[in-house]
């Protein structure tokens, strides 16, 4: 079958974490549906290209954890939790457990990798370079550290190592969910109510902090639409 490498782009705004989690389960069952069905088309059948969606938003704010991440590393009990304002979700991505807060860049691509490439790794590499060229848009060196999933800053000799930007993907029959956060104006003090990815011996950063001012979040969201759709080679539909 053609590989369909349309994406449907939304910017969602400021939405509370639990619709956003809904609204990916929605997009992502239908995907997987027409998947099912397009296995029962006949040889004579053009079978239906499958759509991608991609999902760029705020959240008000909250603390998921992944399945492979330990309840210990949230530092807060329910009566803390709601001293800050702050919600907490048990969820179905990998990866351990972070934060979503105002002024942070969440994306939820929501796409058939059969229509890109059957890779996992490769799709992370590829969401994490998008990342590295946004940062260097505002002259921020960042990059990988081996081990560890992510985009970092002093990433080479890691002097003092700090995360600006989280990743954590779930697939199922190659279609992903969940992605990004991308720290630009983020209240940095939330992440102290918690072991970030459950990694307590280096710090988390944000574009705002790295270069000394508010930055403007839908110039980030431009940017960083622009390096996925460069990286992904795909069209916005």
């Not at 492979?68 to 709601?82: A, R, V």
């Not at 505002?138 to 081990?147: M, N, S, T, V």
């Amino acid at each position: 079958m053609e590989q369909h490498k349309k994406v449907k782009f939304q910017s969602l705004g400021v939405i509370d974490y639990q619709e956003a989690w809904d609204y990916q389960e929605k997009l992502h069952a239908e995907i997987v549906e027409i998947k099912l069905q397009n296995r029962k088309v006949s040889p004579e059948e053009t079978p239906r290209a499958t759509p991608n969606y991609l999902l760029f938003c705020q959240h008000p704010h909250v603390y998921t954890l992944g399945k492979s991440g330990k309840p210990e590393h949230l530092l807060l009990d329910d009566e803390g939790l709601e001293k800050y304002h702050a919600q907490y979700f048990k969820i179905n991505r990998g990866g351990d457990i972070t934060y979503h807060g105002y002024g942070q860049l969440v994306g939820y691509p929501i796409f058939d990798l059969e229509n890109f490439f059957t890779d996992i790794h490769r799709y992370m590499r590829f969401m994490e370079e998008a990342v590295i060229r946004t940062c260097a848009d505002y002259g921020i060196e960042a990059g990988r550290i081996d081990g560890l999933t992510g985009v970092w800053i002093d990433f080479v000799e890691q002097k003092n190592p700090r995360k600006i930007c989280a990743m954590g993907v779930k697939a199922s029959r190659w279609v992903t969910m969940h992605g990004f956060a991308l720290n630009v104006n983020t209240d940095m003090s939330y992440f102290s109510h918690i072991v970030p990815c459950g990694i307590d011996d280096k710090a988390v950063t944000s574009i705002s902090l790295e270069v000394g001012r508010e930055i403007e979040m839908a110039e980030v969201e431009s940017r960083m639409l622009a390096h996925l759709k460069d990286i992904f080679e795909f069209e916005v539909a």
